[in-house]
């Protein structure tokens, strides 16, 4: 359904995937945001199935040139160089949302995003950076942050396993508090006995890793409540 989608941003020459509803009608926009290795198979069938929903949807690179890491060590590197870099890190996500914009036609204060694994913890650092996104949700992420929630400007959902070592519970706790304190709106959904990168199929096979059918599909129809509740047809407190 999708294509691939050129775009420069952050330094680098990216090599997006955009979708969008065949009928042209895009009842919002969303911004998808890649694991660790890059963009593949998982986020590209996540952005088509969103264009299947209804939405527009940019799966972002972040890496640049359509970049995919072979093996778990370099995917950490990656990750590490872009930590190290967080304005050009910043830059390569906003660059991504702008592109969609552009793309999709949809105004940035008009767009979500959905990031999974360093991916999620992205799209939610986008939003503590006060990017005008209208919701964000996390998949199997790190909410761990130096920066402050008090710049979130719309919803937050946080979908994790139990046993995600990435996502431990003290650091679930401490996230509860600070939106709580930063009056965030927020939900966290909280799977029993699902460890990390529960929505990939082709997730590795290494120690805390692991696919789950039940916590995919329950985690996707919570991102398209969050979205449908955020569509821009909708006003608030006006029901279809």
Not at 131 to 146: I, Q, T, W
Not at 220 to 240: F, H, M, Q
């Amino acid at each position: 359904m999708g294509a691939y989608h050129e775009y420069h941003g952050g330094g680098t020459r990216a090599r997006g995937y955009y979708a969008a509803p065949q009928n042209g009608a895009a009842q919002g926009g969303v911004l998808v945001i890649h694991e660790a290795p890059g963009l593949g198979a998982h986020v590209q069938r996540r952005v088509d199935a969103l264009a299947a929903s209804g939405y527009a949807a940019l799966a972002a690179d972040l890496h640049g040139e359509g970049r995919l890491a072979r093996n778990f060590d370099e995917a950490i590197g990656w990750v590490r160089s872009l930590k190290a870099d967080p304005d050009m890190l910043l830059s390569r996500l906003n660059s991504a949302l702008d592109t969609l914009s552009t793309r999709s036609g949809i105004g940035k204060d008009q767009l979500n995003a959905a990031g999974y694994c360093f991916g999620g913890w992205c799209g939610l650092e986008l939003a503590r950076a006060g990017a005008p996104l209208r919701s964000v949700s996390v998949f199997h992420g790190s909410v761990k942050s130096d920066r402050s929630a008090a710049a979130i400007k719309g919803s937050v959902l946080i979908c994790t396993g139990d046993c995600d070592p990435f996502a431990p519970l003290d650091q679930l706790i401490a996230l509860g508090d600070e939106m709580r304190a930063a009056r965030v709106d927020y939900q966290l959904c909280l799977y029993g006995g699902v460890e990390h990168g529960f929505t990939n199929p082709d997730v590795p096979a290494m120690p805390g890793y692991s696919y789950s059918a039940a916590a995919d599909r329950r985690s996707w129809a919570s991102l398209l409540n969050l979205l449908s509740d955020s569509s821009p047809r909708l006003a608030d407190g006006v029901t279809e």
